[in-house]
């Protein structure tokens, strides 16, 4: 433990000098960085100190230079000033002159240009009155013309409205008697639709009711099938009785004709009672020789587990005794006392053997009640009598309870109340379906009958529109040609007195026209005249404009001078600052970068000495290091010889433990082995196991003999768990479970009848579907194709199915061929032809089943202005019988609307909606 923690104190020392040592190196490689920073920045000062200095001189010899130009510059300035004066009152002089010549020029030119639009509003008028004259002369002549034409027209309207009168009066005689016949083919047709309406209701319920019966049919088909099948596998009988005929083993002429239930038939009142008493003697089985007899005993014995009565025919019996009943037998004293033989009716050869075979069917007896059979049987000991609720008194005893089930007898008349109902049911079924196919033939006799008077109805009705509309096209032409022969005559008298007034417009025209000729004459003198004036004085405006334009010229060439003496004298004292500016600052420079190197010379003095105190320490530190290194080895090659010792002897311990453990195992599965057996022996021998262990009689084995014994002891033990515990309720189990299986296989054959209607239907409504399908298909595709072309303006679209086939699972494909394009999938087109596209199919959709109410959210937001003319077209167009809601950003389709809704927010976050009717009176 000391040598370990030397060696960590050691390796802590190492780890300590080696951090120290990489300090030291990146302290003496700083000051190294420093100090070789410090001369060079000293270099640059020395440099940039002497150029400063130079500069210094260069900019001092540049002030002296510049302060000489200057004051001849202000020279220059003073004398620019005195020119620029004494012109400028030259100029002033001049502007006087030429502006009183501009005064005196411009009013006579206003004088003149008075004179020139007198004379055009003189030449003016006098060409207005002439076209006046023109004018009235032609208006004269137009009347004259009119006049003329209107005479012509009244004398045309006058014999055009007699030839009128008469063809009205065929027209009216036409349309009254063809208005007589529409109403009388209205009246037949509402009859007839009557009469239809209550065929296709009888049909509809005659239809109905084929169904139920229909339905009532294969419910008893079934439940006779069910019966058949009972009654042929002999599912009444008992279960050995059963077993024995599906075995087969009987064939032949040993074959067994049946069970004695076979041969019976029972009046219907008395089969519960009947089957109880005999139940027993119901499942007997009937042979025709003792031969099948002993095979039928013999397979019960093998083949066939189970107990059965066998029953040989009495003519095959070969029996010693008569079958003949003695005649004379006394009749119950009473009534109400029915011998059993008289409720039972046997066929098939046996007669009334029967009575000598079964003595309970000799003298069985039905009683009414209970009581009164018990008082019987107490007087009249070998005699059976039966109550109606089913008790059976012989003797001191009484046999009741519940029926277990139905029996056979029970199921044979079920059998044939199941077949009289099919039949029943059958002649239901026929006489239905001829009724209802009757019925079709009168609805399709009253449905042509229908067309034919609704076509009748349709051609009188057109006849009668043609006759009306020509009797008031007749009647509207003799209106206008009366009014047209008023218009003529009043227009002949309006003509009449507007050519009077137009004679007496002639007149007042000529006579102005020679007045305004003269004015125009005189006007032209004055004029002329004053062009003479005008002229003069426009040559002298032109001298004095000439020598004005001069002196400005002199006075601007003055004023540039003065300007650039000026800005060349604020330059130079610019540049004079600068240069004072630019000496102060090189002085300052060449200061800081004196100071600045003293600076630096210090800095590096002391780094030298620091880097001489680091190089010893660093010399230390190394030779430390080599020391710990040495010894740490030293340390690491005792620590591992240490380490291989402790590793053998954990690897022995860890070996001594192992063998324990197994050792410990293994006497804890030999103790655990003993207990097992000590209690198998106990329970499933009855011994403690002490006891057998001193038993000398029993043999020992061991090895592959005990394990052979030991795997035949759980074969048997398998085999009996296999086996199981005694089920005492298998025969009543059976029979339920094979009740159940009947009842079971009844409903799988009315669950398979379903499911074949079902199929029936779902492929009648499949034909119906299809039907429908195509039918809205074409006039959807159809209104897609008109839509396509007016919001296109031509073109052609239009809809197709992927398999035409199979409609039902078939997927449309949209093909649009735009005006200019070819025809192409509608995925190829642009977004505004996908939009237009999209907005055609829904319109086609629409109006196959159009509503009041239709709301677009921003359909035309792809399209242009020319394509959403069309669509605003054609939404005025659906408007007529639907109103529109549409959301839009577009003014173009806002302009169709008569009622505008906007929701605006004047204020964050508050939605306020502002509405605007179009067209509303204030």
């Given at each position: 433990?000391?040598r370990?923690q030397?060696?960590?104190a050691i390796?802590?020392?190492?780890?300590?000098?080696t951090g120290?040592?990489?300090?030291?190196?990146l302290?003496?490689?700083?000051?190294q960085?420093?100090?070789?920073?410090?001369e060079?920045?000293c270099?640059?000062?020395i440099?940039?100190?002497?150029?400063?200095e130079?500069?210094?001189?260069q900019?001092r010899?540049?002030?002296?230079?510049?302060e000489q130009?200057l004051?001849s510059n202000?020279q220059?300035l003073?004398?620019?000033?005195?020119d620029?004066?004494?012109?400028?009152?030259?100029?002033?002089?001049?502007q006087q002159l030429?502006?009183?010549?501009a005064?005196?020029?411009?009013?006579?030119?206003?004088?003149?240009?008075q004179?020139r639009?007198?004379?055009l509003?003189s030449?003016?008028s006098?060409?207005?009155l002439?076209?006046?004259?023109t004018?009235a002369?032609?208006?004269?002549?137009?009347?004259d013309r009119?006049?003329?034409r209107l005479q012509?027209e009244?004398?045309?309207?006058r014999?055009?409205?007699?030839?009128?009168?008469?063809?009205?009066?065929?027209l009216?005689?036409e349309?009254e008697s063809?208005s007589?016949?529409v109403a009388?083919?209205?009246?037949e047709?509402s009859q007839t639709?009557d009469l239809?309406?209550?065929?296709r209701?009888q049909?509809?319920?005659?239809?109905n009711?084929?169904?139920?019966?229909r339905?009532?049919?294969?419910t008893?088909?079934?439940?006779?099938?069910?019966l058949?099948?009972?009654?042929?596998?002999?599912?009444y009988?008992?279960e050995s009785?059963?077993?024995l005929?599906q075995s087969?083993?009987l064939?032949?002429?040993?074959a067994p004709?049946?069970v004695?239930a076979d041969f019976?038939?029972?009046?219907p009142r008395?089969?519960?009672?009947v089957?109880?008493?005999?139940?027993d003697?119901l499942?007997?089985i009937?042979v025709?020789?003792?031969?099948?007899a002993?095979e039928g005993l013999r397979l019960l014995r093998?083949?066939?587990d189970g107990?059965?009565?066998?029953?040989?025919h009495p003519?095959?019996s070969?029996a010693r005794f008569?079958f003949?009943?003695?005649?004379?037998?006394?009749d119950?004293p009473?009534?109400?006392?029915?011998p059993l033989?008289r409720t039972?009716?046997?066929?098939n050869g046996?007669?009334?053997s029967?009575?000598?075979i079964?003595p309970?069917l000799?003298d069985?007896?039905i009683?009414p009640d209970?009581t009164?059979?018990?008082?019987?049987a107490?007087?009249?000991?070998?005699a059976f009598f039966?109550?109606?609720?089913?008790?059976?008194?012989?003797n001191?005893t009484?046999?009741g309870?519940?029926?277990?089930a139905?029996?056979?007898?029970?199921m044979?008349?079920e059998?044939r109340?199941v077949?009289?109902?099919?039949s029943?049911?059958?002649d239901?079924?026929?006489?239905e379906?001829?009724?209802?196919l009757?019925?079709g033939h009168?609805?399709?006799?009253?449905?042509s009958l229908l067309e034919r008077l609704?076509?009748?109805?349709r051609e009188?009705?057109?006849?009668a529109?043609?006759s009306?509309h020509a009797?008031?096209?007749?009647?509207?032409?003799?209106?206008?040609v009366?009014?047209?022969?008023e218009?003529?005559?009043?227009?002949l008298?309006?003509?009449?007195?507007?050519r009077?007034?137009?004679q007496a417009i002639?007149r007042?025209?000529?006579?102005?026209?020679?007045?305004?000729e003269e004015k125009?004459v005189?006007?032209?003198q004055?004029?002329?005249?004053a062009?003479e004036?005008l002229?003069?004085?426009r040559?002298n405006?032109?001298?004095?404009?000439?020598?004005?334009?001069?002196?400005?010229?002199?006075?601007?060439?003055?004023q540039?001078?003065h300007?650039?003496?000026?800005?060349?004298?604020?330059?130079l004292?610019?540049?004079?600052?600068?240069m004072?500016?630019?000496?102060?600052?090189?002085?300052?420079?060449i200061?800081?970068?004196?100071?600045?190197?003293s600076?630096?010379e210090?800095?590096?003095?002391?780094?030298?000495?620091?880097l001489l105190?680091?190089?010893?320490?660093?010399?230390?530190?190394?030779t430390?290091a080599?020391?710990?290194?040495?010894?740490s080895?030293?340390?690491r090659?005792?620590l591992a010889e240490?380490?291989?010792?402790?590793?053998e002897a954990?690897?022995s311990v860890?070996?001594?433990?192992?063998r324990?453990?197994e050792?410990s195992?293994a006497?804890?599965k030999?103790q655990?082995d003993?207990?097992?057996?000590?209690?198998t022996c106990?329970?499933?021998?009855?011994?403690?196991r002490?006891?057998?262990m001193?038993?000398s009689?029993?043999a020992r084995?061991?090895?592959d003999e005990?394990?052979?014994?030991?795997q035949?002891?759980?074969?048997?033990?398998?085999r009996?768990d296999?086996?199981?515990?005694?089920?005492?309720?298998a025969l009543e189990?059976?029979?339920?479970?094979?009740?159940?299986q009947?009842?079971l296989?009844t409903?799988?054959?009315?669950?398979l009848?379903?499911i074949?209607?079902?199929?029936a239907t779902?492929k009648?409504?499949?034909?119906?579907s299809?039907?429908k399908?195509?039918e809205?298909?074409n006039?959807?595709n159809?209104?897609?194709q008109l839509?396509?072309k007016?919001?296109?303006g031509?073109?052609h679209?239009l809809m197709r199915?992927?398999?035409?086939?199979?409609?039902a699972?078939?997927?449309i494909?949209?093909v649009?061929?735009?005006?200019?394009?070819?025809?192409?999938?509608?995925l190829l087109?642009?977004?505004g032809?996908k939009a237009?596209?999209?907005?055609?199919?829904?319109v086609?959709?629409?109006?196959y089943?159009?509503?009041?109410f239709?709301?677009?959210?921003?359909v035309d937001?792809?399209?242009?202005?020319a394509?959403?003319g069309?669509f605003?077209d054609?939404v005025k167009e659906?408007?007529?019988?639907?109103?529109?809601?549409l959301?839009t950003?577009?003014?173009?389709t806002?302009?169709?609307a008569?009622?505008l809704y906007?929701?605006t927010?004047q204020?964050?976050?508050?939605?306020?909606?502002v509405s605007?009717?179009?067209?509303?009176?204030?």
């Open positions: 433990a000391e370990t030397r060696g960590y390796e802590a020392e190492i780890r300590e000098n120290r040592l990489s300090d030291i190196k302290e003496v490689d700083r000051n960085a420093q100090r070789r920073h410090n060079e920045r270099s640059e000062l440099l940039r100190s002497a150029s400063s130079s500069e210094l001189e900019v010899a540049r002030l002296a230079a510049l130009e004051n202000r220059i003073d004398s620019a000033a005195a620029l004066s004494a012109a400028q009152q030259e100029l002033e002089s001049s030429a502006n009183s010549a005064g005196a020029l411009t009013e006579l030119e206003q004088q003149q240009e004179s639009v007198a004379i509003e030449v003016a006098l060409s207005n002439r076209n006046q004259l004018q002369a032609e208006r004269m002549a137009a009347a009119e006049a003329h012509t009244m004398a045309a309207a014999a055009q409205a007699d030839t009128f009168g008469g063809e009205r009066g065929q009216a005689l349309f063809v007589q016949r009388a083919l209205t009246a047709i639709r239809l309406a209550l065929k209701g049909e509809a319920a005659g239809k009711h084929l169904d139920s019966v339905a009532e049919y294969a008893a088909l079934g439940k006779k099938g069910s058949e099948a009972v009654i042929a596998e002999h599912g009988s008992t009785v059963r077993r005929f087969g083993g064939q032949g002429g040993r004709v049946g004695l019976l038939e029972v009046e008395y089969e519960s009672v089957e109880d008493f005999l139940r003697e499942n007997y009937v025709k020789s003792w031969d099948a002993d093998t083949d066939v107990r059965a009565t066998f029953l040989v003519e095959d070969q008569s003949v009943v003695p005649e004379g037998q006394p119950p009473n009534d109400a006392i029915i033989k039972i009716r046997v066929l046996f007669g009334k029967l009575e000598v079964l309970k000799r069985g007896y009683v209970p009164f059979a018990r008082d019987l107490l007087e009249n000991p070998d039966l109550s109606q609720t089913g008790e059976c008194f012989h001191v009484v046999t309870g519940k029926q277990r139905e029996g056979p007898l029970s044979k008349r059998l109340d077949q009289r109902l099919l029943e049911l059958e239901a079924l026929r006489s379906e001829t009724r209802v009757n019925l009168e609805i399709k006799e009253l449905s609704e076509a009748d109805k009188s009705e057109t006849q529109m043609t009306g009797l008031r096209q007749l009647d509207s032409e003799m209106v206008r009366r009014e047209r022969c218009i003529c005559e009043s227009e008298s309006r003509l009449t007195a507007e009077a007034a137009h002639v007042a025209r000529q006579t102005e026209i020679i007045s305004s125009r005189e006007l032209e004055q004029a002329a005249s062009q004036r002229a003069l004085l040559q405006r032109n001298v004095t404009a000439q020598s004005l334009s001069e002196r400005q010229s002199q006075v601007a060439a003055l540039e001078r300007r650039s003496a000026a800005s060349g004298l604020q330059r004292e610019q540049s004079v600052s600068e004072h500016a630019r000496i102060t600052a090189l002085q300052s420079q200061e800081s970068a004196a100071a600045e190197k600076e630096r210090l800095d590096n003095l002391e780094i030298a000495a620091e105190d680091l190089d010893s320490e660093r010399n230390a530190c190394e430390r080599g020391l710990l290194q040495v010894e080895e030293q340390v090659a005792r240490i380490d291989t010792l402790l590793r954990r690897t860890d070996a001594l433990r192992d324990k453990a050792v195992t006497a804890v030999l655990s003993a207990e097992h057996l000590a209690q106990l329970n499933d021998l009855g011994v403690q002490a006891e057998l001193t038993d009689t029993l084995v061991s090895g005990l394990f052979a014994e030991e035949s002891c759980q074969e048997m033990r398998s009996l296999g086996m199981g515990p005694v089920n005492m309720m189990e059976y029979k339920e479970t094979a009740e159940r009947a009842f296989e409903q799988r054959k009315d669950l009848e379903s074949e209607n079902t199929h779902i009648e409504i499949d034909t119906f299809r039907q399908f195509e809205a298909f006039k959807i159809e209104n897609f839509t396509f007016k919001l296109f031509g073109g679209g199915l992927t398999d035409e086939e199979n409609s699972e078939s997927g494909d949209v649009a061929s735009p005006p200019g394009k070819k025809l192409q999938n509608v087109l642009s977004g032809e237009m596209t999209a907005l055609a199919l829904l086609g959709i629409f109006q089943q159009p509503s009041p239709c709301i677009l959210d921003e937001a792809p399209l242009d202005e394509n959403i069309r605003t054609l659906m408007s007529v019988q639907t109103q529109f809601v959301i950003h577009s003014k173009k806002m302009s169709i008569p009622v906007g929701v927010m204020e964050p976050g508050i939605s306020k909606l605007v009717r179009f067209g509303a009176t204030a």
